[in-house]
């Protein structure tokens, strides 16, 4: 396992899902005047970026033992390192499990003394990470990938690091975070319905399998326009005219 090898499992290119919503939490809490150090944002932000990384890395290592990725399906060897890198699966594994603590372990030092809220929105974003991909029925083979996806990483990481700021649930956040819940759910449907065929031979019931490439283009333009109709109309709820910028 070197270096190389390691950033490439835990995909650098798909940080942006973590990343946005976790700027967003500290932007929404600096704005509305909530109790957070600059500090402690920049913690809880590299805390989901590992947690992101841990998912990355399961991911592929439980595709790889699965047998559901093979050197037909990839072009790019930096997307499939199991695959090409000569990398024995249990280093995966182990990788996974050391992003994943590092994560953790910076999410619950950040919001020491924050109280149960952030540690309960952890923990149930921690317990998706283990189910997405892996356990006998994982979340990434359902037709609620897309949807839990979304919510855990657009909605759920703003909520979680709101709570760090003060202890408290704010829902309110949820509702200003719909861009990016959307938003990442259509990176999951834009991933899943590149794969259909792919996914139907692996058995997966992802909800383009169960849709169909046409019905998912239908459903993928709707879900566009929502998004960005939301993007443009958020910010401005939000910072007034302003928000437009």
Not at 44 to 59: D, G, I, M, P, W
Not at 89 to 104: D, E, M, Q
Not at 120 to 148: C, D, K, M, Q
Not at 212 to 219: I, P, W
Request: charged fraction near 10%.
């Amino acid at each position: 396992m070197t270096l190389k090898s390691a950033l490439n499992l835990a995909a650098p290119h798909t940080w942006v899902a973590s990343v946005f919503p976790a700027l967003f939490g500290d932007f929404y809490c600096w704005q509305q005047g909530l109790e957070l150090p600059w500090y402690k944002g920049i913690i809880l932000l590299t805390a989901c970026v590992f947690l992101q990384s841990a998912v990355n890395t399961l991911n592929d290592y439980f595709d790889f033992i699965k047998g559901t990725d093979s050197e037909e399906d990839y072009v790019e060897a930096s997307d499939a390192v199991l695959v090409y890198g000569n990398i024995s699966p249990r280093s995966a594994l182990i990788l996974g499990i050391v992003y994943l603590a590092a994560g953790a372990g910076l999410g619950l030092g950040a919001c020491a003394g924050s109280g149960v809220v952030p540690v309960v929105i952890g923990f149930i974003g921690g317990a998706v990470i283990l189910i997405y991909s892996g356990g006998p029925l994982p979340v990434s083979y359902l037709p609620i990938g897309e949807l839990v996806s979304g919510i855990v990483m657009g909605g759920l990481i703003p909520l979680g690091i709101a709570g760090c700021a003060d202890g408290k649930l704010h829902w309110q956040i949820l509702f200003y975070a719909l861009p990016l819940i959307i938003g990442i759910a259509l990176i999951m449907m834009s991933n899943n319905g590149s794969d259909i065929e792919k996914d139907i031979k692996a058995g997966r019931h992802t909800l383009p399998t169960r849709l169909g490439r046409k019905r998912t283009l239908k459903f993928y333009r709707y879900f566009i326009i929502s998004w960005v109709t939301l993007a443009a109309a958020m910010p401005v709820a939000v910072l007034g005219w302003t928000g437009l910028v």
